[in-house]
Structure formats: structure tokens, C-alpha cells
């Protein structure tokens, strides 16, 4: 899976090593200021991309390897690698977010592409909530997108992207966004295989930016039919993995109910009111990465179905006792967690009182 849309620290890169021991990569992040070269780059990516295998995702090394070889075809300097390392994803997905319906599409737009100077709009717990002025391009593209169904956000990188599109609200994402951001909001998208696609903005300076319109306007209204060959996903295995931890789900698999327990008795023995305490906690929250883990070798012993164009059919028969041991790594994982806030005297974990406040 690819694990970044820009050259990592083990790359083959040629990057200078920082004072903290971190290899920069600035240097790779340099924008053609010519849309004339900035076209030749999109269009020399797709056409690599449509001869490459898209039955699985492209590696790290992969990418950066096919966008060198762009930029030594066009005779344009290495700078620019973090660029076409974003157009040659995009262009691999691009089919495969075409054939996602746009009711099933999540559009992400940056902040930074309003007008920072009186611009009305205000921030919410979702990010800006945009007042649809005119003054911008953050209104025309969200005007553009929601007439066709999509959903929106404009706030690049927020958390809750990757909550949105495991909880089963959307199949892609599309988004608007500097190098710096694609290179960490996007990282983990790509890394489960999940559809998406990226414009990167023309600059980095998060004040009154500007991107290349015509091409986000192109992502937005992208349509087709599936294409023949599926590239393999593990969104799949992550909607199984935190729908284990669903409260109905969570308390078939149990056996137990944190509400009936609780109204068992004014006064409950110790083990009901450990159990009670122990399933709410269970089900408050987190990244699930330890069920996801156990389901996918799972799944890879069996067949590797889960990570196909219909795994999510597949993952709904596997047997209970599948799901138990992986609800049951991750109860002990979450047994970790308590032991570690009791000793650092946390106040606070997954946004509520620890266990022992």
C-alpha cells in the first residue's frame, strides 16, 4: 500500500538530513509556475497510469520511481517530484473515483483558499462554515459539488475525514490542498487503498491562495462506469473492524448490556459494575487498529476476499468466533490504556473522564 504522496525518510531520495535527524524534503515540493508544464505533467501521469496494473496500489517507491521518470521524459527538474507524485496517484484512482456515485463522494476544500481579509464565514466543530458569498472559490466548487450530491468540508486534514469515510458515509474523497497537508491528510487514505484524488494549490502560504480551478472543477464532475479491473481496498476490513464496537454489535458479541447491567441493581456487585464500566469503555472509541490488524491476517489466510470489489459481502458471514478474538485484542489493548492513565494521573481519555476520575 502506498504509504505517503511524497518521498518518506527511507526513499531513495536524495534529501538533505536535518538537525533533528529528519530528512527534508522541502526541496521536492516545488510548484511549476508555468501551467503549460504544469498540464504536461497531469496529462504525462494519466497516460503512464493507464498502463499500469491497478489490481493493487502503487508503493512508495513505485510512485516515486514512475514520477522521476515523468519529470526525466519532460526534461524538468527533480524539484517538482512531490507534484507529480500527487498527479500520478490521482491519475491511478481517477477511474475508480469516477465510478463512485457523488452522493457517495466527500469534496475537501482548505481554508486557505478564501479571502482572509473580511471573509463572514465562521468555524464549527467540522471546520469553516462557509457563508457561499461569492468572494471565493471555496463557494463555487461547494456550490459545484453539492448540487451533484456530494458531501463537503472545508477543513484540510481535520480527523474526522477518516471517521466519515470508515463510518460508512462515503466510497472517495476528492480534495483541494498544499503539498505539505496531501503529503500527511492523505497518507493514511492511500495506505487502505481508499479511492482519491488530489489539486494540489499553486502555494503553501495558508493566506489567499490559489489553485488551477478548471482541474478541481474537472475532479468534481468526474463520472464513468466501474472499471474492469478493481484495485483492492482495505476499507472494507476497516468498516468490519469498528463495526464490532457498534453498541448493538458490541453487546450480541458480549452477551452483555451496559444498560441493563446497570439497572440490575441500585447497588451492584462488583463484577456487574466492573462489566458495566469495562463495555462502556470498550465502545467509546479509537482507531481499531489492533481488530483491523486480526481481521486482515484473517482474511489473508482465507482467500484475501475482504480486500476485493465486494468484500464488505464477504466480511458480513465471517463467524462470531473471528470477531470475538478480534474484539478480544483489542479489549485487552484497552486494558493496556487504563493501566497507562492510571499511572500518569490522566484526566482524560477519547475526550471523557478516564476510568479512575
Given at each position: 500500500?502506498?504509504?505517503?504522496?511524497?518521498?518518506?525518510?527511507?526513499?531513495?531520495?536524495?534529501?538533505?538530513?536535518?538537525?533533528?535527524?529528519?530528512?527534508?524534503t522541502s526541496q521536492f515540493k516545488l510548484v511549476p509556475d508555468e501551467f503549460g508544464q504544469r498540464e504536461a505533467i497531469r496529462q504525462q501521469c494519466q497516460r503512464l497510469a493507464d498502463r499500469l496494473d491497478r489490481s493493487g496500489t502503487l508503493t512508495q517507491d513505485e510512485?516515486?520511481?514512475?514520477?522521476?521518470?515523468?519529470?526525466?521524459?519532460?526534461?524538468?527538474?527533480?524539484?517538482?517530484?512531490?507534484?507529480?507524485?500527487?498527479?500520478?496517484?490521482?491519475?491511478?484512482?481517477?477511474?475508480?473515483?469516477?465510478?463512485?456515485?457523488?452522493?457517495?463522494?466527500?469534496?475537501?476544500?482548505?481554508?486557505?483558499?478564501?479571502?482572509?481579509?473580511?471573509?463572514?464565514?465562521?468555524?464549527?466543530?467540522?471546520?469553516?462554515?462557509?457563508?457561499?458569498?461569492?468572494?471565493?472559490?471555496?463557494?463555487?466548487?461547494?456550490?459545484?459539488?453539492?448540487?451533484?450530491?456530494?458531501?463537503?468540508?472545508?477543513?484540510?486534514?481535520?480527523?474526522?475525514?477518516?471517521?466519515?469515510?470508515?463510518?460508512?458515509?462515503?466510497?472517495?474523497?476528492?480534495?483541494?490542498?498544499?503539498?505539505?497537508?496531501?503529503?500527511?491528510?492523505?497518507?493514511?487514505?492511500?495506505?487502505?487503498?481508499?479511492?482519491?484524488?488530489?489539486?494540489?494549490?499553486?502555494?503553501?502560504?495558508?493566506?489567499?491562495?490559489?489553485?488551477?480551478?478548471?482541474?478541481?472543477?474537472?475532479?468534481?464532475?468526474?463520472?464513468?462506469?466501474?472499471?474492469?479491473?478493481?484495485?483492492?481496498?482495505?476499507?472494507?476490513?476497516?468498516?468490519?473492524?469498528?463495526?464490532?464496537?457498534?453498541?448493538?454489535?458490541?453487546?450480541?458479541?458480549?452477551?452483555?448490556?451496559?444498560?441493563?447491567?446497570?439497572?440490575?441493581?441500585?447497588?451492584?456487585?462488583?463484577?456487574?459494575?466492573?462489566?458495566?464500566?469495562?463495555?462502556?469503555?470498550?465502545?467509546?472509541?479509537?482507531?481499531?487498529?489492533?481488530?483491523?490488524?486480526?481481521?486482515?491476517?484473517?482474511?489473508?489466510?482465507?482467500?484475501?476476499?475482504?480486500?476485493?470489489?465486494?468484500?464488505?459481502?464477504?466480511?458480513?458471514?465471517?463467524?462470531?468466533?473471528?470477531?470475538?478474538?478480534?474484539?478480544?485484542?483489542?479489549?485487552?489493548?484497552?486494558?493496556?490504556?487504563?493501566?497507562?492513565?492510571?499511572?500518569?494521573?490522566?484526566?482524560?481519555?477519547?475526550?471523557?473522564?478516564?476510568?479512575?476520575?
Amino acid at each position: 500500500m502506498t504509504r505517503s504522496t511524497l518521498p518518506s525518510a527511507e526513499s531513495g531520495a536524495r534529501s538533505n538530513v536535518s538537525t533533528t535527524g529528519r530528512r527534508r524534503t522541502s526541496q521536492f515540493k516545488l510548484v511549476p509556475d508555468e501551467f503549460g508544464q504544469r498540464e504536461a505533467i497531469r496529462q504525462q501521469c494519466q497516460r503512464l497510469a493507464d498502463r499500469l496494473d491497478r489490481s493493487g496500489t502503487l508503493t512508495q517507491d513505485e510512485t516515486e520511481a514512475h514520477a522521476r521518470a515523468v519529470l526525466e521524459q519532460l526534461g524538468l527538474p527533480e524539484g517538482y517530484l512531490g507534484w507529480t507524485m500527487v498527479l500520478l496517484t490521482s491519475a491511478f484512482w481517477r477511474d475508480q473515483v469516477a465510478s463512485v456515485p457523488p452522493e457517495r463522494r466527500l469534496l475537501l476544500l482548505p481554508h486557505c483558499l478564501k479571502h482572509a481579509e473580511g471573509c463572514p464565514a465562521d468555524y464549527d466543530e467540522f471546520g469553516l462554515d462557509c457563508e457561499k458569498c461569492g468572494a471565493c472559490s471555496i463557494a463555487d466548487f461547494r456550490g459545484q459539488a453539492e448540487q451533484m450530491g456530494y458531501r463537503v468540508l472545508v477543513a484540510e486534514g481535520s480527523p474526522i475525514v477518516l471517521k466519515i469515510i470508515v463510518s460508512g458515509y462515503v466510497d472517495a474523497i476528492v480534495g483541494v490542498a498544499c503539498l505539505n497537508v496531501l503529503e500527511k491528510a492523505f497518507d493514511k487514505l492511500l495506505m487502505a487503498g481508499i479511492p482519491c484524488m488530489a489539486v494540489p494549490l499553486l502555494s503553501s502560504d495558508c493566506r489567499n491562495t490559489s489553485v488551477d480551478e478548471a482541474w478541481v472543477r474537472e475532479m468534481i464532475e468526474l463520472r464513468q462506469p466501474a472499471p474492469t479491473v478493481q484495485t483492492r481496498t482495505y476499507l472494507h476490513l476497516m468498516r468490519a473492524a469498528n463495526g464490532l464496537f457498534e453498541t448493538d454489535e458490541l453487546q450480541r458479541l458480549t452477551g452483555k448490556d451496559s444498560a441493563t447491567l446497570g439497572r440490575k441493581d441500585s447497588h451492584p456487585d462488583p463484577v456487574t459494575a466492573t462489566e458495566t464500566l469495562a463495555l462502556d469503555y470498550v465502545g467509546r472509541g479509537g482507531k481499531y487498529a489492533r481488530p483491523l490488524i486480526t481481521l486482515a491476517v484473517h482474511d489473508a489466510l482465507t482467500g484475501g476476499h475482504g480486500t476485493s470489489a465486494d468484500g464488505a459481502a464477504h466480511l458480513a458471514a465471517l463467524p462470531d468466533g473471528v470477531r470475538r478474538a478480534a474484539l478480544s485484542v483489542e479489549v485487552f489493548h484497552k486494558a493496556s490504556l487504563v493501566h497507562d492513565d492510571i499511572e500518569d494521573d490522566d484526566g482524560y481519555r477519547y475526550g471523557e473522564p478516564t476510568l479512575q476520575r
